[in-house]
């Protein structure tokens, strides 16, 4: 009863800290919103400056050039009107003397006003016929269009990312247990938090409460004893995947560990599902040196549709030993040659991890996190591996200073803490995310 209360105490403190970090990721989501909406704010008034100056600038331009044509028109008019007024008043004296005058008066008007009208019959009312001004005003339909879209004024732009983990300085050992048998080589976690143990030499099964306290042992499956069983995964139903190797077989099984499927696979190791659960992948060993991935149809159908072994000729592997999907479906294989590959979906491959200064021991488990960390067993060296998706060394997670001895199977449970087996057969959980 103590050690489930201290469990449940355990998860009350992580369920408050994810309280918290929410809280403050709404914070900051509210305080980005504020921000953000002072600059439109800001933009806006920032547009409208510039366009109350442009009209300024527009509307003075527009005075300045019809002020000049103005001017000039006008003087063409002054000029105008007084050439007219003078000939006007010339031919007005002409003749009213043409008309009332005698001969005299005709004779002394040609003596007195004939050089004046020989000019003012050959001055032209107007020098020069102005030119005709027409103003317009063209518009940058373009601008209409990109403020329409909103591309004048601006975008909101909203960028995701997965929340990044925080790692612990040093990963804290939350529950250790003694499953009594030597090797388990891998663990699974059941959708109901119970632990699942392999035992390959002795040929069994474990099952151990989510506290640590036995449950159960399996040895055989319906009528079919098991023989060498390695790999372990769930489905979300509580149905199992095991791999036997030598029975060349995967069996699924039932909540209550019947047999409904089998499939036949040659020298199966460890065993992976994808997190939508339609496929399968099988590390092969050494005999066979490749993983083999299996499809599952809406009906439930497991059927071999790729077999990963070789690029352009080239062996992948030396002896695959366990298998883990990433969230897109990339593969991860753990390689007894004391490399880690990172495949593509199709089956290329991506990278390699060898360890820091290539001093990657002998590997046992491979498991992958709910940020795509790789975590990597280092039987050898007494530690596990924190490695990126992409392949790079990011620290230790464990090691032999945290009591971490030969270190084999691995996984994540329902909190995202590290679980881990080894050789002399107990099982640590460690935490490593701070909450």
């Not at 042992?217 to 769930?234: L, Q, R």
Request: proline share 4%; net charge neutral.
């Amino acid at each position: 009863m103590q050690t489930k209360f201290r469990g449940i105490e355990r998860k009350l403190s992580k369920g408050e800290k994810t309280l918290l970090k929410i809280d403050a990721t709404l914070a900051k989501l509210q305080e980005n919103e504020r921000s953000v909406q002072q600059q439109i704010k800001d933009r806006a008034a920032h547009l409208r400056h510039l366009v109350d100056q442009k009209e300024k600038t527009l509307l003075q331009e527009l005075c300045q050039e019809t002020s000049t044509h103005k001017k000039k028109l006008q003087t063409f008019r002054n000029n105008c009107s007084a050439t007219c007024s003078s000939i006007k008043t010339a031919t007005d004296v002409v003749k009213n003397i043409l008309k009332h005058g005698a001969p005299i008066d005709v004779l002394m008007l040609q003596h007195q006003h004939g050089k004046k009208l020989d000019e003012l019959r050959f001055t032209s009312a107007v020098e020069k016929i102005p030119e005709e001004v027409n103003l317009t005003f063209s518009t940058n339909t373009e601008v209409d269009q990109e403020i329409s879209s909103g591309d004048g004024l601006g975008n909101v732009q909203i960028s995701r990312q997965p929340a990044l983990p925080k790692f612990k300085p040093q990963a804290e050992c939350m529950l250790e247990f003694d499953t009594g048998c030597w090797r388990p080589v891998d663990i699974a976690l059941s959708p109901n938090g119970n632990y699942v143990t392999t035992h390959d030499v002795k040929n069994k099964v474990k099952v151990f409460r989510s506290d640590g306290t036995f449950s159960k042992e399996i040895t055989n499956v319906s009528d079919t004893k098991m023989k060498w069983p390695v790999g372990i995964c769930h489905f979300p139903d509580g149905r199992m995947v095991l791999a036997c190797r030598d029975n060349n077989k995967l069996f699924i099984l039932s909540p209550q560990c019947d047999v409904q499927q089998t499939v036949d696979v040659n020298n199966p190791w460890g065993v992976a599902l994808n997190d939508n659960c339609t496929k399968i992948a099988v590390a092969q060993g050494e005999k066979k040196r490749s993983v083999s991935v299996f499809s599952i149809d809406t009906k439930g159908q497991i059927t071999l549709t790729d077999v990963i072994k070789d690029k352009d000729g080239k062996q992948l592997f030396n002896s695959p030993y366990k298998v883990a999907y990433m969230s897109n479906e990339s593969l991860v294989v753990s390689d007894t040659s004391n490399q880690l590959h990172i495949l593509t979906p199709s089956g290329d491959p991506l990278y390699q991890y060898t360890g820091p200064e290539n001093k990657l021991g002998q590997h046992r488990g491979v498991c992958v996190d709910a940020y795509d960390n790789i975590l990597v067993s280092d039987y050898d060296n007494n530690c596990i591996h924190l490695v990126s998706q992409d392949g790079k060394f990011i620290q230790y997670i464990a090691t032999k200073a945290d009591g971490l001895y030969k270190p084999w199977g691995c996984a994540i449970n329902q909190d995202g803490d590290l679980v881990v087996t080894e050789l002399d057969g107990k099982v640590k959980v460690f935490q490593y995310l701070e909450m």
